[in-house]
């Protein structure tokens, strides 16, 4: 069975410094991989995905994520990290039939 | 676009109660699924359907039924209301395949006293 990790519950930036949010996974098969963002009361935004090809995926509002296989890992990543990129960050799995599976979540603060 | 409505947004029910949360998308999804947000434990599966008809369990599926009468509509229900089941329940749709991105309802905030 497909799982998601992400070692972190919370990471702490000051803005304008490179930030990084960790996710490794387990999957049987080629992987698909998805990075999604929850506001304050609000649903689950998609940032970006990986399903083949290049390792480094480009996604919405600046955010980037890097594929390694050999470490089963999909970090998600920013150059420059802004207030308002403060949020609740979700690493996503999903099977060929279209089962996601979620990590826990990790809670990114950005402070001026 | 619609996209993924949930109704209701929030709901307070007492121990025993039953209650359907219902969810419609307009994309034409095959793939539907209910998960619940709980604090430190990320979003998990309840119930997930590939397309009308079909359906299956998920990570937590104790205490909900679902069906998919339609593509469009994948009611999740309540049989009776446990406090354990107070949570904030998400539905989301997605194309069937691995590579579609999912999208997700607003949610809707229970409260089971």
């Known amino acids: 069975a497909q799982s998601v990790a992400q070692p972190e519950d919370q990471v702490n930036v000051a803005e304008g410094n490179p930030l990084t949010v960790k996710c490794t996974y387990s999957?049987?098969?080629?992987?698909?991989l998805f990075w999604y963002v929850q506001y304050p009361n609000r649903g689950l935004q998609f940032l970006l995905k990986?399903?083949?090809?290049?390792?480094l995926v480009k996604g919405s509002y600046g955010f980037e994520a890097e594929f390694n296989k050999s470490q089963t890992s999909f970090h998600l990543k920013k150059p420059s990290a802004l207030v308002s990129d403060s949020a609740l960050y979700f690493c996503a799995v999903r099977d060929g039939r279209g089962k996601l599976i979620f990590g826990q979540g990790t809670e990114l603060s950005v402070k001026p | 676009n619609a996209g993924v409505t949930q109704t209701p947004k929030f709901q307070v029910l007492k121990t025993g109660q039953s209650m359907t949360l219902q969810c419609a998308q307009d994309m034409n999804h095959e793939y539907m699924s209910w998960y619940r947000q709980d604090p430190g434990m990320g979003l998990r599966l309840i119930h997930y359907s590939v397309g009308a008809g079909i359906t299956d369990q998920g990570e937590v599926p104790n205490g909900y039924n679902v069906s998919r009468s339609t593509t469009e509509d994948f009611p999740l229900r309540l049989l009776s209301a446990a406090p354990s089941q107070t949570s904030v329940y998400f539905c989301?749709?997605?194309?069937?395949?691995?590579?579609?991105?999912?999208?997700f309802g607003q949610g809707t905030r229970l409260t089971v006293v």
């Open positions: 990986y399903i083949t090809g290049d390792n």
């Open positions: 999957v049987s098969g080629n992987p698909y």
């Open positions: 989301a749709s997605s194309s069937t395949g691995g590579s579609g991105e999912a999208f």
